[in-house]
């Protein structure tokens, strides 16, 4: 991006909505009125950009290169709208801490479907673009503050290979947000796959009419599932493939210590993206109660409870299929109940199979599940570093590696650990050096520990980006590890406040 202060006046304005190479392909303003409402972002008093994703844009085939400063100001802030875009707030419903409310983006605007030179197909959305249809009584807009931490964070899982929905740009409004006091405001750029949620299908199924549902079903199996489609109940493949997604997906974050801290069913993407990165965190040391946000008295959406809250969300994905699964009820509710067991066993296996590598083990053993509990169990009662337990076993087998065993303890329920482990590595034909490697591309060293996020995003708030970009550029390549690095594997000190995050900002 070249640097310009030259002044915008309308030619400029239609350069930039066809400069960036935008390609939209809006099929979802296709389906049946009521799935959205038509709506253009609101303009903001006084755009400008403070971050843009370089990789992401030559990804999606951008000529990010030859756009201006002042024009990717007002592209990704809604005041220009891109050629070919037609702006929509997308319906959908949601059980949020179990209560089913009728919802919608509220402050996101859906600017269309852009496809890649590829032909891949993205979702392009602004958040925070402005009241619509479904704001209720919200503002429509972003604080600074969650943006840049969805930015930081999805990004971050992006980097582990955790799928997920990403963040192109954030743009500051120079308009104030009021909540507990006054904030600068921001919009954030987007990227998904889409954004059909468990609760776009809860949406759907509220109308009493089956055409509503099969519609986004059949619209849902084009997108995301075409090979479903030729199976003998598409419907139940549908199913069983959401399921699969999500088995593999939150196996994912709980390898790597992931707590997404409100899985509310708006918040489960239906192909498997991790989205919604409002009050989410990673844990430190090992517990599965832990729980960051404010709002989660119970636990409900605590590390530990990931899985069967999937579950439960799952079970509510299913109930929105069963009109289309059988036309007798009671052997749609048999066939779906069949789906949804497996969903244990599935997310049981890619736990395991991810926990093996990230024990550095290539086979399978009938003892591996009590190998890695016990592991665990050490984890918790001793309060190790989830992170830096994992990294630190790799380095306990190489006497050449680059840093100490950090995370590595020496209490009696360890080691008598480690010699099992050491034992169990042993009985493999692959060598030691094998097993590091696989362990060393497991194991980030780096995650977004909660109070670099938090140093990054006061910094920030002053108006000092470059902490951020400097973490942006560690959590790039999360399983690099040298000197300069070091900070950023610190764990937070013992005496530090316990971590709250909050969301709905
Ligand atoms: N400031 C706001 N103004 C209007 N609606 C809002 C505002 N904040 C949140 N909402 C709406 O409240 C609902 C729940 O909010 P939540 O924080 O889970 O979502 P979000 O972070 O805005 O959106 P997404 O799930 O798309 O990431 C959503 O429908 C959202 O659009």
Redesign the pocket.
Known sequence: MKDSKQDLNEALKKISATSLGWNFDNSYTRLPKAFFVKQKPTPVKAPHIVLFNQPLAATLGLNAEAILEDEASLAFSGNTIPVGAEPIAQA?A?H?FGHLNM??????ILLGEHLTPEANRYDI?L??AG??A?????????ALG?MLR?YIISEAMHALGIPTTRSLAVVTTGES?YRDSILPGAILT?VASS?I?VGTFQFAASHDDPEIIRTLADYTLNRHFPECIGTENKYLSLLNAVIDHQAKLIAQWMQVGFIHG?M?T??MSICGES????PCAFMDSYDPATVFSSIDQQGRYAFGNQPPIAQWNLTRFAETLLPLIHQDVEEAIRLAEKALRAFADKYQQYWLAGMRAKLGLFTEAPDDLALVEELLSCMKKNRMDYTNTFRGLSSSLNANAPTAAQGNIDTPDFITWQQQWNKRLSSQTKSLDDAIALMLKTNPAVIPRNHQVEAALSAAESGDFTVQEKLLEVLSQPFKEDASRASYRMPPLPTAMPYKTF???
């Open positions: 959908y949601g949020q919802l919608g983006d509220g402050r996101a959305q958040k925070g009241v619509t479904y704001s209720r009584r919200g503002d429509g807009r972003a969650p969805e947000v987007r954004h949620r409100v509310n708006d918040n989205i919604d990165f409002g969301c709905g900002t």
